[in-house]
């Protein structure tokens, strides 16, 4: 990427150069002219401003890495607690940090959070950065941008792992673009080399394949992981830890974005949650039929969860579909019924400890990553373990 | 209101093949389709054109035959559409795709609101429409799975969060990106076609734009870099039941219980 370089001996009024910035990204700093990071390189200033501002391409091998230092964590709060995707991350970053012996960060944000920084120490921060303000108060973009810049700009982090919840894969690009570095969305391995390049894993092109990505020349380098993709480690007290509070000016967090309704959507008990999990597929030759299968969740205390094909069908809620375009799930087991195991799928669940798959054909991809592959017919399979379940049940 | 919509080209199976030196998708061959999720974002613009009036422009990038889904946009009523097509081009990743779409947009004229679809199929990671309203300097709301209503400065959408619904009121000019769902798409019209035939698609290249560095582009201007690809995991202790159904049930009846799923309600 180019940069813009200032020949501050041009600059016979550098007060007036302000203006021409529409981003406001050049300021004066102890009298001389700076360009920030909010720089969108629109240019403006090269046309209008008398040779004082230059473009010069960037043809190097990159930036000098040992600038930056120690993965950070962008810590996700909802409702006054924090999203355990951020311990999860925490424990990965621990993990990082010491195959390179560098520090681990947390960046908190939003309104009245102060108090959640204590626990994120005992999750693997060394140093958890606070930005408790009034206007973070609900995730709009500009202002959480705005803080996230003013931490990645003071600590230099050479890597930066967020949530891959609605408001991190919001956040993440932002951030990337806005210092023109690389993001691995989705992350579902993740290693760091001595040269702190991140190995980033993630499924692409629907999954048929498995990429290792590299941001070889650039920082930070930023990568999303789902909840649920790692594991959250022990809790352990971290008395070497500090909790840096700072604040940025109210005029640096404006908005064009005005709230104004919150509504708290009613709470359905989810199915990332549920240690046991039966997924239902194209299988099902009717909608009615599923009672089958949510019969059998409730006999094991799991949570009926189904293929994207049953979600467009209409035959199930969004909210249990499985795979990249809906949840991730680590349970403890598994069952899937009817399921042919497409990519994208098995991306969303090949994390459960134990996999069992039912379906007729003997060729079904399901078969390749399931633990116990069971061919044979669901509908005589599965009522029959019903029965046996109940039977069972009766005896004792 | 004048309206931008983000529109891609996209495989139309996940059977797809990938150049083993490069780690890019080879796109030559196989079946095409406009990404489903576009569709959503299109027919939120023509909603909004009906109730406000304005001109809906599509925006796309890829090689020449990505046209179709421009045509096809013309079909459901886009009134202008646009092809970034260049060699340079190729080989982009989040960064470089979003800085090519917003040298594309500025190309094209000033916009009130540009939209989004949730993701794509194919790339599968619904970033691009932030890194973009970055690049363009504007703010950006995703998830929305609602539209209230449009005045001369602002939208106001309501976003679906995890455990909120935001009804928020946007500056214009903004970005969205709106959730499947939020309208059910039209079909492309005969009529549309006939009338659209002759329209052009306007193709922009590399020396249309701005900042025609082609650094900046394609493979040259991602940052990231695949540096391998290799199969999915197969897992490890692996057992096959093929006997008779009955046989398989009672065997996975004594396989739940030994292992202490059954015992919780028990």
Known sequence: MPSIIIHQEKATDPQALLSLCPFGAIELVGGKLAITSGCRMCRNCLKRGNGVFELVEDQSAGVDKSAWRGLAVIAEVEEGTIHPVTFELLGKAKELAAKISQPVYALLLGTGVKKLAPVLTEYGADEVHVYDQEELRYFRIEPYTAAAE???????????????????????????????????????????????????????????????????????????????????????????????????????????????????????????????????????????????????????DGRLASTRALVEAGWTDA?????????????????????????????????????????????????????????????????????????????? | MRITVCIKQVPGTSQVEIDPETGVLKRDGVESKMNPFDLYALETALRL?????????????????????IREAYMMGADRGFLLSDRQFGGADVLATSYTLSQGIRATGPFDLLICGKQTTDGDTAQVGAELAEFLGIPHVTNVCQIHGADATSLTVTQDMPLHRLTARIALPCLITVEKGIFEPRLPSYKLMTATADRPVSIITLADLADNNPLHYGLNGSPTQVKRIFPPDKSDSQERWDGPEAESADRLFHFLDDHKFLQKLG
């Not at chain 1, 509504?263 to 009717?286: Q, Y």
């Not at chain 1, 249990?320 to 042919?340: A, D, E, N």
């Not at chain 2, 422009?57 to 179709?68: E, F, H, L, N, R």
């Open chain 1, 150 to 300: 003013d931490f990645i700009s003071k600590v230099k982090p050479t890597a930066i792992l967020v949530g891959g919840t609605p408001a991190g894969r919001s956040l993440a690009p932002r951030l990337a673009a806005r210092f023109r570095t690389g993001l691995t969305a989705d992350c579902t391995k993740l290693d760091i080399s001595k040269t702190t390049d991140l190995d980033q894993i993630r499924p692409a092109y629907g999954g048929n394949i498995m990429a290792h990505i590299n941001t070889p020349r650039h920082r930070p380098q930023f990568a999303t992981v789902r909840y649920k993709i790692f594991s959250i480690p022990p809790k352990c007290p971290n008395p070497a830890a500090r909790i840096v509070n700072a604040t940025i000016p109210p005029e640096k967090l404006a908005s064009g974005l005005e709230i104004l309704q919150a509504e708290v959507k009613e709470r359905v008990r989810g199915i990332e949650d549920a240690e046991v999990i039966v997924a239902a597929g194209r299988g099902f030759r009717k909608p009615e039929d599923l009672a089958l299968l949510q019969e059998l969740a409730d006999l094991l």
């Open chain 1, 319 to 396: 909210r249990q579909q499985i795979g990249l375009s809906g949840r991730t799930v680590k349970p403890k087991l598994i069952i899937t019924c009817g399921v042919s195991g497409a990519i994208q799928f098995v991306a969303g669940m090949n994390g459960a400890e134990k996999i069992i798959a039912i379906n007729t054909d003997p060729e079904a991809p399901i078969f390749n990553i399931a633990h116990i592959g069971i061919i044979g017919d669901l509908y005589k399979i599965v009522p029959e373990l019903i029965a046996s379940i109940k039977q069972s049940r009766k005896e004792d």
């Open chain 2, 49 to 69: 054109k009906q109730q406000y009036g304005g001109e809906i422009t599509v925006i796309s990038m890829g090689p020449p035959q990505a046209q179709a889904v």
